[in-house]
Structures are given as structure tokens and as C-alpha cells.
């Protein structure tokens, strides 16, 4: 089973991506860290993110195992990552590893924002996780706070439009929702809510794919 979640920056589909893999005993990931990590590598070096040629070349050589990185989850990264995904040859360069990660024995779950719609188009399961601007700028400043950076909530807020406008009007794989996706709007659900209406999609998705073979 192959579950694909989409949806913008600070809408919850992160954890709810790492709920429903517990849940159904699937590996996990999170593919905006490897945009963050390709991200945090160019600026390592000194690279311009805009410097599309030098952004492919890192995302070809990437290994997956530095998306455990803590530094990667950082406000920062978070930007330079949404500059880096805009280059073409880096979605390309990441699609396969994407792809084999999805297509493991079993299935997997995958967040981001084109899972649906470019990496995994015949995944069994399609969710677009969003929420209004103003709760996901809340939601961010919390996780920030929780980790000791400082917090600027209407400048969150005004780095979360910007994202979602280059998120959404970039040429390679916008964020967009697939046709067959159902969508979940978290801005007035907890977590426990936004778990229970996945699992409730994905059983009655199950219960009709049963249906069909019988």
C-alpha cells in the first residue's frame, strides 16, 4: 500500500505522514528533507541555490542518510529548500530515489508536495493535507519556539505565502492537489482528528478496492 500525502508548509501532513506509517507498520518519508539537504549542502559549500547547474549536481550525488540532520529543520531550510525544489534537473535528480522508496516490498508512505501528482501518480491512497495561512503561521511559530530559535509570527506568516506561491506557480511539479486526492482541512482539527479522518478515508478507499475484486 502506497499512501501519498500532500499539502503546504506547516499543514500537518508531516505527522500524519509519520501517524498512518506507525500505524500500518511502513517505512516513511519525508521528501522535503531531501531538498532540504541538498539545500543545506550548496550553502555548505558556498553555492548559490539559484545556481542551477551546482543545485543538480549536489542533488545527483545526495545521500539520503543526511536527512537526519537536525540542522535541516530549521525556519532557514525550510526557504532554501522551497528555492532549490523550483530547478528542474533537481526534482529530476531525486526522482528515482523517490520512486524506489516507494515502491519497496510492502509500501510506504510519502509526504511532500507533488507525491501524488508527479512521484507516485498510482499510489492506492492520495491525501492533500492544507490549512489556512494564519494557523499554519501559528503552528510553525510553536515548533520554533519549541526549539529554542527565535520567533517573528507575522514574518512566518509572510515567509509561508511566499512559499506557497513559489510552491504552487514553479514550472516543475507545482504543488497542486491530484484529481483523486481527498482532501483534509486541519485548520480546526488536533491531531488525533486529523488521524482518525485519514484512517477513516483510507478504510473506506480499502473497503472498495476489496469490493471491486469480489
Same mark, same amino acid.
Given at each position: 500500500m502506497i499512501i501519498a500525502i500532500d499539502g503546504p508548509a506547516a499543514s500537518g501532513k508531516g505527522t500524519l505522514a509519520k501517524r498512518l506509517a506507525a500505524h500500518f507498520g511502513l517505512p516513511h518519508l @519525508? =521528501?522535503?528533507m531531501l531538498y532540504r539537504g541538498v539545500a543545506r549542502q550548496m550553502l555548505d559549500e558556498g553555492a548559490r541555490l539559484e545556481d542551477?547547474?551546482?543545485? *543538480?549536481g549536489?542533488?545527483?550525488?545526495?545521500? #539520503?542518510g543526511l536527512i537526519d540532520d537536525e540542522r535541516l529543520r530549521g525556519r532557514e531550510m525550510g526557504e532554501a529548500a522551497s528555492v532549490v525544489a523550483a530547478h528542474p534537473p533537481v526534482r529530476a535528480a531525486l526522482l528515482a530515489l523517490q520512486r524506489a522508496f516507494a515502491e519497496q516490498p510492502g509500501g510506504a508512505v510519502l509526504d511532500g508536495r507533488? !507525491?501524488?501528482?508527479?512521484?507516485? #501518480?498510482? *499510489? @492506492?491512497? $492520495?491525501?492533500?493535507?492544507?490549512? =489556512? #495561512?494564519?494557523?499554519?503561521?501559528?503552528?510553525? *511559530?510553536?515548533?520554533?519556539a519549541g526549539r529554542g530559535e527565535p520567533v517573528d509570527e *507575522?514574518?512566518?506568516l509572510l515567509d509561508i505565502r511566499q512559499r506557497d506561491a513559489r510552491d504552487s506557480q514553479r514550472d516543475?511539479? #507545482?504543488?497542486? $492537489?491530484?484529481?483523486?486526492?481527498?482532501? !483534509? @482541512? =486541519?485548520?480546526?482539527? @488536533?491531531?488525533?482528528?486529523?488521524?482518525a479522518s485519514a484512517l477513516a478515508i483510507i478504510a473506506g478507499k480499502r473497503h472498495r478496492i476489496i469490493s471491486s475484486f469480489q
Open positions: @519525508d =521528501t522535503g542551477v547547474d551546482a543545485a *543538480a549536489f542533488a545527483l550525488s545526495f545521500e #539520503p507533488d !507525491i501524488g501528482t508527479v512521484i507516485c #501518480p498510482g *499510489a @492506492d491512497i $492520495k491525501l492533500f493535507v492544507t490549512a =489556512t #495561512p494564519e494557523v499554519r503561521a501559528r503552528r510553525r *511559530a510553536l515548533e520554533l *507575522a514574518a512566518i516543475a511539479a #507545482p504543488l497542486v $492537489k491530484a484529481d483523486d486526492a481527498v482532501v !483534509i @482541512d =486541519t485548520s480546526a482539527l @488536533d491531531v488525533a482528528g486529523v488521524v
